[in-house]
């Protein structure tokens, strides 16, 4: 299965010139919402995304988001970069996550926590470390997608349903079954694209820390606890959460700001 996911990552199409603009904005020291509207505003899939995200229980705004300035201003510019890379590359696989018994919603929410924790648990120690992991945390599940076609096109799709249901981590599951974990068919779907090595490097070694280059190890760390409080079977279920909070203890992290995160998002989540 490994040559057919290379074959799938080679035969990807090219990124669209609103991509493409919006990771040179994204790398720009001075970013200005005016520029970063007219980006998205040439997408109609980007605003919808960005429109359905910002009303979303997640957030719990007052009123109504109706317009893509007002979701700009609301979410923060990295945030609204986030949703809008995800929503272009997920159309961009084309296709759909039926293999894990979920939908592109169950996705997008699951995408959206992600980044929502980092917001809520690393802004609290680390304003600009926020800043750089908000994208890899939103994109670094992307790799499903490939995953998920293989094992219909491969007719395992019922023993792979039957796996998810074993008290494991959802990324030993993939790797029996393709040979690659989730986070490394991400990176190399980001590496054909030519996107950032910070993108590529950080989600790259998520759930392999042992052979990480030591300026990632923090970040990486972060992104592998992230990554199982959002596990698609049950975020921020009382198991993915006692199996967060145990490894962020384990690497050194900031547990008790992780804690605080966890209770607002649940809280917000529940008032909906």
Not at 239 to 248: D, I, M, S
Request: charged fraction near 25%; aromatic fraction near 6%.
């Amino acid at each position: 299965m490994k040559n057919d996911i290379i074959e799938k990552i080679e035969s990807l199409p090219p990124l669209p010139n609103s991509v493409i603009e919006l990771e040179n904005f994204r790398r720009r020291p001075d970013k200005e919402p005016i520029e970063l509207l007219k980006i998205i505003e040439q997408d109609p899939l980007i605003i919808t995304t960005l429109l359905r995200v910002a009303n979303s229980a997640m957030f719990g705004f007052r009123s109504e988001v109706e317009t893509p300035s007002r979701a700009v201003n609301l979410l923060g510019i990295n945030f609204t970069i986030s949703i809008a890379l995800g929503s272009v590359v997920q159309d961009l696989i084309k296709s759909n996550l039926s293999a894990y018994n979920i939908s592109t919603d169950d996705f997008l929410m699951a995408s959206n926590l992600a980044s929502n924790i980092i917001n809520n648990w690393v802004g609290e120690i680390d304003f600009g470390l926020k800043e750089e992991l908000l994208l890899p945390a939103f994109l670094q599940e992307t790799g499903k997608f490939i995953i998920s076609e293989l094992i219909q096109e491969q007719g395992k799709v019922d023993e792979f349903q039957q796996a998810l249901k074993e008290d494991k981590l959802l990324s030993e599951i993939e790797e029996e079954f393709t040979g690659f974990s989730c986070s490394r068919i991400t990176a190399n779907i980001f590496k054909h694209w030519n996107l950032s090595h910070n993108l590529i490097f950080t989600i790259g070694f998520v759930g392999k820390i042992d052979q990480c280059p030591e300026e990632y190890q923090r970040r990486v760390k972060i992104l592998e606890v992230v990554k199982i409080l959002t596990d698609i079977r049950e975020p921020l279920g009382d198991a993915c959460v006692e199996r967060a909070l145990a490894l962020a203890s384990k690497y050194g992290l900031e547990v008790e700001p992780l804690v605080n995160a966890i209770d607002r998002i649940k809280v917000k989540i529940e008032e909906e």
